[in-house]
């Protein structure tokens, strides 16, 4: 073991103090490139192959695209076949309902109409309901309804309260749920 010291030690001595510096910068670069700059392109490497994948991907969702292309009027009873028919507005409905009780809101009365479109296969059902509550209560009530509800729209909105300081806030709500006219 000595032998193979004495070797070294006699390189040492001849390198002087700016060989000895110049080693060291050497094992400084070698330690920042293991340890930065190798996973550093370990992970550009990665990306470059999950970016390789996407673009493949988007190519072959554009490419199945074209080819599916329907014709209008197939589009359009793609589109009629979203919504429910109008004999399913009590869940609709109920939905709503249980929206307001999960935010402590009393729908006490409300007003409802149908209409149906004249050209199209539509029916609008309207609902506009006064509610009071909180701002946050009546906030998460209408964020329920438009999330659970993917038929449903918000027509208008809005709010009265009848002294600065209080809490509780008189809001009219009006919905529209859109049906299809089939029975």
Not at 45 to 65: C, G, P, W
Not at 82 to 91: H, K, L, M, N, R
Request: with cysteine.
């Amino acid at each position: 073991m000595n032998r193979l010291r004495w070797p070294w030690r006699r390189r040492l001595v001849r390198l002087s103090r700016t060989g000895i510096a110049g080693l060291g910068l050497l094992a400084v670069c070698l330690t920042f490139y293991l340890s930065a700059l190798r996973p550093t392109e370990a992970r550009l490497n990665r990306l470059q192959a999950d970016m390789v994948s996407l673009h493949e991907k988007i190519r072959n969702a554009a490419n199945s695209l074209h080819s599916n292309q329907d014709t209008p009027t197939e589009q359009l009873v793609t589109y009629y076949k979203f919504f429910p028919s109008q004999t399913s507005a009590p869940v609709w409905l109920s939905k709503i309902y249980q929206a307001a009780q999960s935010q402590n809101i009393q729908l006490e009365q409300g007003e409802y109409r149908a209409t149906r479109e004249k050209t199209g296969k539509l029916v609008r059902y309207q609902i506009a309901l006064p509610v009071k509550g909180t701002y946050l209560q009546l906030r998460k009530f209408v964020a329920a309804v438009l999330t659970e509800i993917p038929i449903a729209s918000l027509d208008h909105i809005s709010f009265e309260r009848q002294k600065i300081g209080d809490e509780v806030i008189e809001a009219k709500i009006r919905l529209t749920l859109y049906l299809d006219q089939k029975t």
